[in-house]
């Protein structure tokens, strides 16, 4: 008889959760938040955590589309979120009302590394004028002598001497690239690139490396969905709080090391110019917490992702040596070998263009887009969005629309050409999203991109190490962006 009881207590226990559920949610639907887009019925404190497979998000969000339409609701623990399926919805909210959609949805992880003092992860009036003050001192000639243009090309005459010295070995990219996006940035944040060998540098890329990992492991998106609970947990998330003192420590000493030698009317770079404006407006937005975070923002956000890009594109074009060709050809035509690709370059070459951009259409780094926050309630076709709801906006819906990309699983440069050869524009093309929160980067990673796909191309052929035919361009997908599988390749020069 008594080993009845408890199993009669716990049907109890159920039946009365089950009760309390069904009455919540015909309670939740009748009170008026019935106005909320549809989906899945959530569970109280889990969400939808057990419905959505979380290994592989962005696949599962296509299939709600298909089921509720362009807007819909989940529940990533007890967090609303509101998802924009498709082209249509995402340009009414991010474009049309821009400032509506212009939140930063949140994400405990990274919060609570920059409390929100960066351009990334900051809302309102601080992040209006950290963003302005970002873009101004991104642009081409914002600091010191050389322009960006410049520095990405001497970088990547670096990159191009290691590369010879493969002599004509097998390699993985990884690192290379990995070390010569970073220098850019550094060169920009910092006044000038690290050697390949600095201990202070192979220490930060060891970092960003690191916290490429840690922001796989599922312990990040349980962070995620419960920060509270996890504050308390020891677990590969600790690591990240870790890494990102050791960043502050980095910035911070050559924050110091910059005021020593300051010269108010020729700033070298970001930070100079981020003391020289704390100096002019003595108010809070630009302090030394903000510039220390948006330089670490500008460094992790400017190297993992642009690096991530052009090693995919390395590897679409072993798969793809007729595409290789084409850009050689082109290549040769335009530049010719005698001087390095530049800017200006770009209108003249409509294949290369078009071959960037796929690229980036078809790798669709962050698919489901980096998420926002309403900044008000909004009336979004016959929904309301409660003030403070995260926004995925899907940009994966709007990059491979069929519509506007036939066969968007296929690559095919031809979705940015027309039949005269010459580049297309599209209205599609949302890789770095769109609105108010534009990657702030944008004009930085498309100069990275030609520029050094293009140097690279001038003076080497690609060789894969399998057949074309074996090279899998399925990506490795975590909770927020997209990665090729690890692989080797050779470089021969031309």
């Given at each position: 008889?008594?080993?009845?009881?408890?199993?009669?207590?716990?049907?109890?226990?159920?039946?009365?959760?089950?009760?309390?559920?069904?009455?919540?949610?015909?309670?939740?639907?009748?009170?008026?938040?019935?106005?909320?887009p549809?989906?899945?019925?959530?569970?109280?404190?889990?969400?939808?955590?057990l419905?959505?497979?979380?290994?592989?998000l962005?696949?599962?969000?296509?299939?709600?589309?298909?089921?509720?339409?362009?807007?819909?609701?989940?529940?990533?623990?007890?967090?609303?979120?509101?998802v924009?399926?498709?082209?249509?919805?995402?340009k009414?909210?991010?474009?049309?009302?821009?400032?509506?959609?212009?939140?930063?949805?949140s994400?405990?992880?990274?919060e609570k590394?920059?409390?929100?003092?960066g351009?990334v992860?900051?809302?309102?009036?601080?992040?209006?004028?950290?963003?302005?003050?970002?873009?101004?001192?991104?642009?081409?000639?914002?600091?010191?002598?050389?322009?960006?243009?410049?520095?990405?090309?001497?970088?990547?005459?670096?990159?191009?001497?290691?590369?010879?010295?493969?002599?004509?070995?097998?390699f993985?990219?990884?690192?290379?690239?990995?070390?010569?996006?970073?220098?850019v940035?550094?060169?920009?944040?910092?006044?000038d690139?690290?050697?390949?060998?600095?201990?202070?540098?192979?220490?930060?890329?060891?970092?960003l490396d690191?916290?490429?990992?840690?922001?796989?492991?599922?312990?990040?998106?349980?962070?995620?969905?419960?920060?509270?609970?996890?504050?308390?947990?020891?677990?590969?998330?600790?690591?990240?709080?870790?890494n990102?003192?050791?960043?502050?420590?980095?910035?911070?000493?050559?924050?110091?090391?910059?005021?020593?030698?300051?010269?108010?009317?020729?700033?070298?770079?970001?930070?100079?110019?981020?003391?020289?404006?704390?100096?002019?407006?003595?108010?809070?937005?630009?302090?030394?917490?903000?510039?220390?975070?948006?330089?670490?923002?500008?460094?992790?956000?400017?190297?993992?992702?642009?690096?991530t890009?052009?090693?995919?594109?390395?590897?679409?074009?072993?798969?793809?040596?007729?595409?290789?060709?084409?850009?050689?050809?082109?290549?040769?035509?335009?530049?010719?070998?005698s001087?390095?690709?530049?800017?200006?370059?770009?209108?003249?070459?409509?294949?290369?263009d078009?071959?960037?951009?796929?690229?980036?259409?078809?790798?669709?780094?962050?698919?489901?887009?980096?998420?926002?926050?309403?900044?008000?309630?909004?009336?979004?076709?016959?929904?309301?969005?409660?003030?403070?709801?995260?926004?995925?906006?899907?940009?994966?819906?709007?990059?491979?629309?069929?519509?506007?990309?036939?066969?968007?699983?296929?690559?095919?440069?031809?979705?940015?050409?027309?039949?005269?050869?010459?580049?297309k524009?599209?209205?599609?093309?949302?890789?770095?999203?769109?609105?108010?929160?534009?990657c702030?980067?944008?004009?930085?990673?498309?100069?990275?991109?030609?520029?050094v796909?293009?140097?690279?191309l001038?003076?080497?052929?690609?060789?894969?190490?399998?057949?074309?035919?074996?090279?899998?361009?399925?990506?490795?997908?975590?909770?927020?962006?997209?990665?090729?599988?690890?692989?080797q390749?050779?470089?021969l020069?031309?």
């Open positions: 008889h008594s080993a009845m009881e408890p199993l009669g207590a716990t049907t109890v226990f159920l039946v009365i959760c089950i009760s309390c559920l069904l009455f919540l949610s015909v309670w939740r639907k009748m009170s008026g938040s019935g106005k909320l549809p989906g899945p019925i959530a569970f109280p404190i889990i969400g939808n955590m419905q959505l497979n979380t290994k592989n962005p696949q599962h969000i296509d299939e709600l589309s298909a089921t509720y339409g362009p807007i819909f609701t989940i529940y990533l623990g007890s967090e609303r979120i509101v924009l399926y498709g082209y249509e919805i995402v009414e909210a991010l474009i049309g009302l821009g400032d509506e959609f212009s939140g930063r949805g994400m405990p992880i990274f590394s920059s409390k929100g003092r351009i992860f900051s809302n309102g009036e601080r992040w209006k004028q950290l963003r302005r003050f970002a873009l101004t001192n991104l642009r081409n000639f914002g600091m010191g002598k050389k322009s960006i243009e410049e520095r990405i090309q001497e970088e990547t005459r670096f990159l191009l001497e290691r590369l010879r010295n493969t002599h004509g070995r097998p993985d990219p990884i690192l290379f690239l990995n070390h010569s996006v970073s220098n940035i550094c060169s920009i944040v910092f006044g690139r690290f050697d390949y060998e600095d201990k202070k540098f192979v220490t930060l890329i060891n970092l690191e916290d490429s990992k840690l922001q796989r492991s599922p312990w990040t998106a349980l962070y995620n969905f419960f920060p509270t609970l996890m504050d308390y947990i020891p677990g590969p998330h600790q690591g990240i709080f870790k990102s003192l050791e960043f502050r420590k980095f910035v911070l000493e050559r924050v110091k090391m910059h005021k020593e030698s300051l010269d108010a009317n020729c700033p070298r770079d970001f930070i100079d110019a981020f003391l020289i404006k704390m100096e002019e407006v003595c108010e809070g937005k630009f302090n030394v917490e903000s510039m220390v975070n948006s330089t670490i923002e500008l460094f992790v956000a400017g190297t993992g992702t642009t690096s890009t052009l090693r995919y594109g390395l590897l679409i074009l072993l798969k793809y040596p007729e595409i290789e060709e084409k850009v050689h050809e082109e290549i040769d035509h335009v530049i010719g070998q001087r390095s690709p530049c800017m200006a370059d770009r209108s003249q070459m409509p294949y290369t078009a071959v960037v951009h796929e690229i980036q259409r078809f790798i669709t780094l962050v698919p489901l887009g980096v998420p926002r926050a309403v900044t008000r309630d909004v009336n979004l076709k016959q929904y309301v969005i409660p003030k403070g709801t995260t926004i995925f906006p899907v940009l994966k819906s709007v990059l491979s629309d069929s519509r506007e990309f036939p066969n968007p699983d296929q690559f095919n440069p031809g979705h940015f050409l027309d039949e005269n050869g010459a580049f524009k599209s209205d599609y093309f949302m890789p770095f999203s769109a609105g108010k929160r534009i702030v980067g944008e004009g930085l990673a498309r100069m990275e991109l030609f520029l796909l293009t140097m690279i001038q003076n080497f052929t690609l060789k894969p190490v399998v057949d074309p035919k074996d090279i899998d361009l399925t990506p490795e997908s975590s909770f927020v962006s997209n990665a090729p599988k690890s692989f390749l050779c470089v020069p031309r």
